[in-house]
C-alpha cells in the first residue's frame, strides 16, 4: 500500500513537472491520472469515516458507522465544491473575466491549466463556474420547491376543483420534453439569468408537485389529520403541523434529485448557447468552446465535463444513502 502511494505521488509529481514547463498532456494520460485523483478521494473519504468513528463513542459512533463510504465521497466532494464556490475570488489566480492570456495556451506555470478560446485563464473559469453554475442550480431548485411543493400540498389537502385543475395544467406541462420546452421559451422571451432561473424553476416544479402531492394523500387521509380538522385546526396549521413533517424525508431526497437535473440542465442550455452567457464563467459553455481541442488530444475541454460529472455522482451517493435511510431497511 505504502509502495502504491509512493508510485502515485511520483506520477502525480512528473505530470506537474510536464505542466509547468508547458509539455502536451495527452488524452490518455489525463485520463488515467483522473482516475488516480478519484481514487485519492475515495480514500480520503474512508479515512474521514474511520477518524469520525475513532473520535467518538456509543450511539453516535453506531450511527457513523451505518453510513456508507461512498456517501462520505459525496459528502466530501460537495463540501469542496462549496468551500470553491464560497472562496471563488480568493482561490481564481485571474479575474474572471480576464482575457490577457493568448488562445488556447497550453498548460504552464502562468496558466495552470491552459487557457480557452478568448484567452481567459482555465483554472480561474473552472473555479469561478463552480459559484456561477452550483449556486444557480440551487438557487433555481430551491424555487422550484418552493412552487411545487406548496401548490401539490394545497392539492393533496383540499381537493375536489382546484386538485384537478392544477393536475391537468402539470400533466400537459410534463407532456412536453423539458429541455426542448425550455429552449423555445428562452428563445422567445431571451437568455437573461433571471429568465433562465423562472423558465426551469416553473419547469421542473412539476415534477415537485407530483411528489409533494401523491405522497401527501397518502397523508391527509391519516386520522390524526381528521381529528386535527375536528378541532377546527386552519388549513396552514393542519399543513406545517401534520402533513410536512411526515413527508420531508422523501422531499429532501427530491431535492438532491432535482439539483442534479437542473445542475445538468443549466449545463445543456449553456451548451447549447442558451444559458449563461460569457465572459461569465459556466462549465457547459466551457466544454463547448474548447470543444475543438478534443481533435488534437488535448484534454482541457473535458476538465469542465469531469466538473459536471464528479458533482452528479457525489449528490447522487449522498442522495441514495438519503433514501435508503429513510426507507427503514435494514443492510
Same mark, same amino acid.
Given at each position: 500500500m505504502i509502495e502504491f502511494f509512493e508510485n502515485t505521488w511520483t506520477?502525480? $509529481?512528473?505530470?506537474?513537472?510536464?505542466?509547468?514547463? *508547458?509539455?502536451? %498532456?495527452?488524452?490518455?494520460v489525463f485520463l488515467g491520472y483522473t482516475f488516480t485523483i478519484l481514487l485519492g478521494m475515495s480514500v480520503g473519504a474512508w479515512i474521514v469515516k474511520r477518524a469520525l468513528l475513532l473520535a467518538t463513542s456509543g450511539r453516535?459512533?453506531?450511527?457513523? #458507522?451505518?453510513?456508507?463510504? $461512498?456517501?462520505? /465521497?459525496?459528502?466530501? &466532494? =460537495?463540501?469542496?465544491?462549496?468551500?470553491?464556490?464560497? /472562496?471563488?475570488? %480568493?482561490?481564481?489566480?485571474?479575474p474572471e473575466t480576464d482575457t490577457s492570456g493568448g488562445s488556447f495556451e497550453m498548460w504552464s506555470?502562468?496558466?495552470?491549466?491552459? &487557457?480557452?478560446?478568448?484567452? #481567459?485563464?482555465?483554472?480561474?473559469?473552472? =473555479?469561478? *463556474?463552480?459559484r456561477n453554475t452550483v449556486g444557480l442550480a440551487f438557487v433555481i431548485t430551491f424555487l422550484a420547491f418552493i412552487i411545487g411543493g406548496?401548490?401539490?400540498?394545497?392539492?393533496? $389537502?383540499?381537493? *375536489?376543483?382546484?386538485?384537478?385543475?392544477? +393536475?391537468?395544467? @402539470?400533466?400537459?406541462?410534463? +407532456? %412536453?420534453?423539458?429541455? %426542448?420546452? +425550455?429552449?423555445l421559451l428562452l428563445t422567445i422571451f431571451g437568455t437573461s439569468v433571471l429568465n433562465l432561473i423562472l423558465v426551469i424553476a416553473i419547469l421542473d416544479s412539476t415534477?415537485?408537485?407530483?411528489?409533494?402531492?401523491?405522497?401527501?394523500?397518502?397523508? @391527509? @387521509?391519516?386520522?390524526? @389529520?381528521?381529528?386535527?380538522?375536528?378541532?377546527?385546526?386552519?388549513?396552514?396549521w393542519v399543513i406545517s403541523r401534520e402533513i410536512l413533517p411526515n413527508i420531508t424525508a422523501p422531499l429532501i431526497a427530491e431535492f438532491g434529485l432535482r439539483f442534479c437535473f437542473v445542475f445538468l440542465t443549466i449545463s445543456a442550455l449553456?451548451?447549447?448557447?442558451? *444559458?449563461?452567457?460569457?465572459? $461569465?464563467?459556466?462549465? #457547459? +459553455?466551457m466544454v463547448k468552446e474548447n470543444a475543438d481541442l478534443i481533435n488534437y488530444a488535448d484534454p482541457t475541454p473535458l476538465l469542465p465535463a469531469l466538473a459536471i460529472a464528479l458533482l452528479t455522482v457525489a449528490v447522487n451517493f449522498v442522495v441514495d444513502w438519503m433514501l435508503h435511510r429513510s426507507s427503514g431497511l435494514k443492510d
Open positions: 506520477n502525480l $509529481t512528473n505530470i506537474f513537472n510536464a505542466m509547468l514547463e *508547458g509539455g502536451p %498532456i495527452t488524452l490518455g453516535r459512533r453506531h450511527n457513523l #458507522g451505518l453510513i456508507p463510504v $461512498t456517501a462520505y /465521497f459525496g459528502m466530501l &466532494t =460537495i463540501a469542496t465544491y462549496i468551500f470553491v464556490a464560497v /472562496f471563488a475570488d %480568493i482561490l481564481a489566480p485571474y506555470a502562468q496558466h495552470i491549466l491552459g &487557457t480557452d478560446n478568448r484567452g #481567459g485563464d482555465m483554472l480561474s473559469r473552472l =473555479i469561478y *463556474g463552480a406548496v401548490l401539490g400540498l394545497l392539492a393533496a $389537502t383540499l381537493g *375536489g376543483f382546484l386538485d384537478q385543475a392544477m +393536475s391537468r395544467v @402539470v400533466d400537459v406541462l410534463m +407532456s %412536453i420534453p423539458p429541455l %426542448i420546452f +425550455s429552449l415534477r415537485v408537485y407530483r411528489l409533494a402531492r401523491a405522497v401527501s394523500m397518502n397523508v @391527509v @387521509v391519516m386520522d390524526f @389529520v381528521e381529528a386535527a380538522r375536528l378541532r377546527g385546526e386552519g388549513l396552514w449553456s451548451f447549447l448557447g442558451l *444559458g449563461l452567457q460569457p465572459p $461569465t464563467a459556466d462549465w #457547459g +459553455s
